[in-house]
């Protein structure tokens, strides 16, 4: 069945890696042209090590996703320490991301939605693959194009959104 063998993903792997490394090499463009303006509001630079790191994660699924030879359940378990990882330090960066005191629930959601939706996917694709039931590398595609939606918008506002 496709959705748990990895070797039937190959493509998507190589395609999403490279994507993602020319990304976040973006992005650390983006970062170097405002990192004045980034460095004046709280919670901004972490914001930018989020976009970074939501990158990050999906070369880093994509890379091991490549590795030839390897059982499905060791690179569910591989998933899955990366995916908790990952998921831990953008989840701590945002607590440290000042939150507008004007409207908090529209800030939690704006903030937390792009967050949520770049990393949990990743957690639920390992644990299904692991399980062998449930989407398996379905879900690692949904993260896999879900973190890359959320970087990009991080990125849109540490590009244009500070400028304004």
């Avoid at 190589?14 to 973006?26: I, K």
């Avoid at 990366?82 to 409207?103: H, N, Q």
């Avoid at 990393?119 to 993260?143: D, E």
């Amino acid at each position: 069945m496709a959705a748990y063998d990895p070797e039937a993903w190959s493509d998507l792997f190589v395609a999403a890696a490279g994507a993602s490394a020319a990304l976040a090499g973006l992005v650390f463009v983006a970062v170097s042209i405002n990192v004045e303006r980034i460095l004046q509001y709280e919670g901004l630079p972490e914001r930018a090590l989020q976009t970074v790191l939501l990158l990050l994660s999906v070369l880093v699924v994509s890379i091991l996703g490549l590795v030839p030879g390897q059982s499905t359940n060791a690179l569910a378990i591989e998933l899955l320490i990366v995916a908790v990882v990952f998921t831990a330090v953008i989840f701590r960066l945002g607590t440290k991301e000042k939150r507008e005191e004007d409207d908090p629930v529209t800030w939690a959601i704006s903030h937390w939605s792009l967050v949520v939706i770049g990393t949990l996917p990743f957690v639920v694709g390992a644990t299904t693959l692991l399980a062998g039931a449930g989407g398996g590398l379905y879900w690692t595609l949904a993260g896999i194009v879900l973190a890359t939606v959320a970087a990009v918008a991080n990125a849109w506002v540490l590009l244009v959104e500070i400028l304004r």
